[in-house]
Antibody
Framework: QVQLVESGGGLVRPGGSLRLSCAAS????????MSWIRQAPGKGLEWISY????????YYADSVKGRFTISRDNSKNSLYLQMNSLRAEDTAIYYC??????????WGQGTLVTVSS | DVVMTQSPLSLPVTLGQPASISCRSS???????????LSWFQQRPGQSPRRLIY???NRDSGVPDRFSGSGSGTDFTLEISRVEAEDVGVYYC??????????FGGGSKVEIK
C-alpha cells in the first residue's frame, strides 16, 4: 500500500534552518508530482510547494519563495524540503503528498515544525 | 489567484440526518480539457486529510456512498446523506484547475449536535 513517511521536523529558532524528508513506497514514485502542504495549529491547509516527476517543474507559494527549496531523489523514492530563514509563522505540521491529475491522492502523517526562541 | 470559499464554517448535525457543505470558487473551475478539477477532503481530529471526492463527483475507493459531490462552474456541494459519528471532522474543497497556484477552501467543521 502507499506510504509517505515524513521526518526531520522539530524545534528551531527564528532564522534557523531545517530539512524535511519524505520516504515514499507502494507506488511508482516517478509517475507522480510530489508536494508539500502545511497546516498551522488550528488552521486550514496551505500549499507551499510542488515538484514535477523529473524535477523540471517547481512551484512555491509566495509565503515561502526564496526561503524554501523543494527537491526529490527518484533513485531513493524521496522528497525533500530545505527550509531556511525560518519564521514563527512557519510553525505548522508539514505534509508530504502525491499530486496527480490535479488532485492529491495520498498524504503522509505529517511532521511538526516549531519555530520559536 | 483563485479563492475558494466554503460555507458554513461550522455545521452541527444530528446523527442520521443529512449535511451539506458549499464551496464556491472565484473563477470557473471548468478546464479547457473538459474536466473540472474540484476535490473534497476529510480531516478527522488528529489525523491527516484524506480524499473523498475528485473531479466534482467521483468517490475514492473505500469512501462510503453516503458521501456525494456535485456542482459545476463556480458552485460545488458535498453532501452526506446520513451523518454518522465517524464523519466528525473538517472538510476541505480544493481546486486543481488553475495552475500553478492550487488552492484549498478554508474548511467546514462537521460536529454532532
Amino acid at each position: 500500500q502507499v506510504q509517505l513517511v515524513e521526518s526531520g521536523g522539530g524545534l528551531v529558532r527564528p532564522g534557523g534552518s531545517l530539512r524535511l524528508s519524505c520516504a515514499a513506497s507502494g507506488f511508482t514514485f516517478t509517475d507522480y508530482f510530489m508536494s508539500w502542504i502545511r497546516q498551522a495549529p488550528g488552521k486550514g491547509l496551505e500549499w507551499i510547494s510542488y515538484i514535477g516527476e523529473r524535477s523540471d517543474i517547481l512551484y512555491y507559494a509566495d509565503s515561502v519563495k526564496g526561503r524554501f527549496t523543494i527537491s526529490r531523489d527518484n533513485s531513493k523514492n524521496s522528497l525533500y524540503l530545505q527550509m531556511n530563514s525560518l519564521r514563527a509563522e512557519d510553525t505548522a505540521i508539514y505534509y508530504c503528498a502525491t499530486l496527480r491529475y490535479s488532485s492529491i491522492d495520498y498524504w503522509g502523517q505529517g511532521t511538526l515544525v516549531t519555530v520559536s526562541s | 489567484d483563485v479563492v475558494m470559499t466554503q460555507s458554513p464554517l461550522s455545521l452541527p448535525v444530528t446523527l442520521g440526518q443529512p449535511a451539506s457543505i458549499s464551496c464556491r470558487s472565484s473563477q470557473s473551475l471548468a478546464h479547457s480539457d473538459g474536466n473540472t478539477y474540484l476535490s473534497w477532503f476529510q480531516q478527522r481530529p488528529g489525523q491527516s486529510p484524506r480524499r473523498l471526492i475528485y473531479q466534482v463527483s467521483n468517490r475514492d475507493s473505500g469512501v462510503p456512498d453516503r458521501f456525494s459531490g456535485s456542482g459545476s462552474g463556480t458552485d460545488f456541494t458535498l453532501e452526506i446523506s446520513r451523518v454518522e459519528a465517524e464523519d466528525v471532522g473538517v472538510y476541505y474543497c480544493m481546486q486543481g484547475t488553475h495552475w500553478p497556484q492550487l488552492t484549498f477552501g478554508g474548511g467546514s467543521k462537521v460536529e454532532i449536535k
